[in-house]
């Protein structure tokens, strides 16, 4: 989806006839805040109004004012845009060609201390940036990934890197990731030879039919973490990162090299929303690492996922399966004794890895997140901080930070903008804050979006209807609630009670062990094998899994009362919220969160039922009764 599409040749008349360039950003956001439900900032103002007239009066120049400029495309699956894609008839077939372009306005960029993939720009801050080259080639791989019309023409697709305020002198060592012709970079220096580019790939004639072939497209399915992550293990190119993703991968690659070369320690942590590629990440640096030969594992502090993990990626290979462990097993290693651990679902992180088990000569009081640090020379934590939903769960930036800066190391912060988990729509995941009050937001009417449906069911008979429907055709399906109701051993005649009881409609919750229930998965599998669809999930097994359509119940845990959304400790089930030790606003926060994780689990769409009538009400003023047609996937 393009947020504003034009020709060059209007574009240029609407800037010099209609409006000033300086109001043209006014223009794009209208449209961007229509469309996706963001607000860009002045940064992103300034560099339409000053690079995009620039752009469209070169392609004019070069006598190609009828190829089509799709502006603020969303790349599908995602909400990363690309800043602009051309779209016209190739000059050398007469097929569809694009051409992605990212647009800088730096003046002068260098090298981050010499690493050929991350640049530090002058004047905007002293963090790098990953190469803009790096940048357009991932968004070239992905549309090509994902557009069912581009599959069998790959290379119809190209991408530029165009710094239009920038001498060659100013930016000489950046050239030396320009490869092959598939991705460039200009100067302004180099115009002359951007506009002969530009002749060379496009033909003179309209590139309305090729855009509208693109944005009409079939979008084929994400490549999902599980069912790939063994591959990616053997083969790095599974995956393409984009942007803060990849910049994310190239840091923590560069401190890994400069923590060897200078025999230091460093940290690392990288930040995003459900979805925004941690795991993504986790998994293509374990690959890389594993195959540079470095010692490197890959931690958690969830059964399931780690179990899930081992089964998916492991499957077949003791070696491999022992690349994933659990936080609590750091507890003894030796310091530095791995060149990089990389910890995943880090918000997962407790306070201490002792528990009843532990051996008393082990029990030292040491911090968990301090055994995590020590243990490596690279400690790397991806974490997503409103998914802390236990209390002693201490995984966040602050305390992470905190920690390492008191041991002298320095830390690195990286933060994932994008939201591919809930089918690209962060405009979702920012709605669900708002509901939850998470954010200091009010919640709001969902006001829809391409690319992911939200539905109130108007009974849990309907919501499991609808999901059942959508497992029939193919997608994956799954659902859960609040833990609101007693969760019972199995009987003795190897059958789950249905202790989630709504009325007349009753489910069991999932599996409580580590062995299957008659067809009912083990608990760490519930999200990934047949059978888990029969039972209700709750938080701990839903946490870090992702399906296309979710089912949420909402249980008298969290009510509407005189119109506010409160949460009400009583009414839950979690041993964990019983302890004394947890304070009210601990279990308000903890609650909250716990619904977060819950509704964000959806990549194509959420069916919502709440079991209180009063919030039931409130929600049906949000959300509209009812689903849209969703093709069968492909």
């Known amino acids: 989806m393009a947020v504003f599409r034009h020709s060059a040749e209007s574009l240029v008349k609407l800037v010099s006839e209609s409006v000033p360039e300086r109001l043209l950003s006014g223009i794009i956001a209208d449209h961007l805040k229509a469309t996706t439900g963001l607000t860009p900032s002045m940064g992103e103002r300034k560099s339409w109004d000053r690079s995009l007239p620039i752009l469209a009066r070169d392609l004019v120049e070069a006598g190609l004012g009828d190829v089509e400029m799709m502006i603020e495309y969303r790349l599908p699956l995602s909400s990363k845009r690309a800043d602009v894609i051309l779209a016209g008839v190739d000059r050398r077939t007469g097929g569809d060609a694009y051409v992605i372009v990212e647009l800088k306005q730096w003046s002068q960029a260098d090298l981050y201390e010499d690493d050929p993939d991350l640049v530090l720009v002058p004047g905007m801050s002293s963090r790098p940036k990953l190469h803009p080259v790096l ?45 092959d012709e598939r991705t460039r970079l200009f100067s302004k220096t180099r115009r002359g030879a951007f506009l002969d580019y530009l002749r060379a790939q496009f033909a003179p004639g309209s590139g309305a039919d090729a855009a509208d072939r693109l944005l009409t497209s079939a979008i084929r399915p994400s490549k999902q973490l599980l069912a790939l992550a063994a591959e990616e293990i053997r083969n790095r190119e599974q995956f393409v990162l984009l942007a803060e993703q990849r910049l994310a991968y190239q840091m923590v690659l560069h401190v890994v090299e400069k923590a060897r070369a200078a025999d230091s320690k460093e940290v690392v942590i990288v930040t995003g929303g459900p979805g925004s590629g941690k795991s993504v990440i986790a998994l293509s640096l374990l690959g890389e690492l594993s195959r540079q030969g470095r010692p490197v594992l890959h931690a958690t502090g969830s059964r399931s996922f780690t179990q899930t993990m081992r089964r998916h990626v492991g499957k077949g290979s003791t070696r491999l399966q022992n690349l994933f462990k659990y936080f609590n097993g750091f507890i003894n290693a030796a310091r530095n004794d791995l060149d990089v651990l990389i910890c995943d679902e880090a918000h997962r992180i407790r306070e201490k890895s002792e528990n009843q088990y532990t051996r008393a000569a082990l029990r030292t009081g040491r911090p968990q997140v301090d055994e995590l640090i020590a243990a490596a020379r690279v400690p790397v934590f991806l974490l997503d901080e409103h998914q802390v939903v236990r209390p002693g769960e201490i995984g966040t930036v602050a305390a992470i930070k905190a920690h390492a800066e008191s041991l002298g190391l320095r830390v690195h912060e990286v933060a994932l903008d994008g939201q591919f988990r809930c089918g690209g729509s962060r405009k979702y995941e920012d709605w669900v804050l708002r509901l939850l009050g998470l954010d200091g937001g009010e919640p709001g009417p969902w006001t829809g979006d391409d690319h992911f449906e939200v539905t109130l069911a108007e009974s849990p008979h309907e919501l499991e209807a609808v999901l059942r429907e959508r497992l029939e055709r193919g997608y994956s399906a799954r659902m859960t609630a609040g833990f609101c109701w007693r969760w019972s051993e199995p009987r003795k005649d190897d059958t789950l009670v249905p202790d989630v009881q709504i009325g007349d409609w009753t489910r069991p919750w999932n599996v409580k062990g580590e062995r299957s229930v008659g067809d009912a998965p083990a608990s760490a599998l519930w999200a990934t094998l047949p059978g888990g669809f029969e039972q209700v999930g709750c938080v701990y ?19 509407v009362r005189d119109g506010e959304l409160v949460t009400v400790r009583a009414a839950s089930r979690d041993p964990a919220l019983m302890k004394r030790t947890v304070t009210d606003e601990q279990a308000d926060r903890l609650i909250r969160n716990t619904y977060k994780v819950l509704l964000t689990r959806g990549m194509v769409g959420t069916v919502v039922y709440s079991a209180d009538p009063e919030t039931q009400e409130f929600l049906s003023a949000l959300v509209e009764h009812g689903t849209v047609t969703i093709p069968d996937p492909v």
């Open 541 to 559: 097994t839903a946490q870090g899994f992702e399906y296309d359509w979710n089912g949420v119940i909402i249980g008298p845990d969290l009510v």
């Open 135 to 179: 940048q357009v080639r991932g968004y070239c791989d992905y549309l090509a990934d994902f557009v069912g019309a581009l599959a069998e023409h790959r290379d119809a697709v190209r991408g530029v890197a165009y710094l239009h305020n920038a001498s060659d002198p100013d930016i000489h060592d950046l050239y030396g990731h320009v490869r």
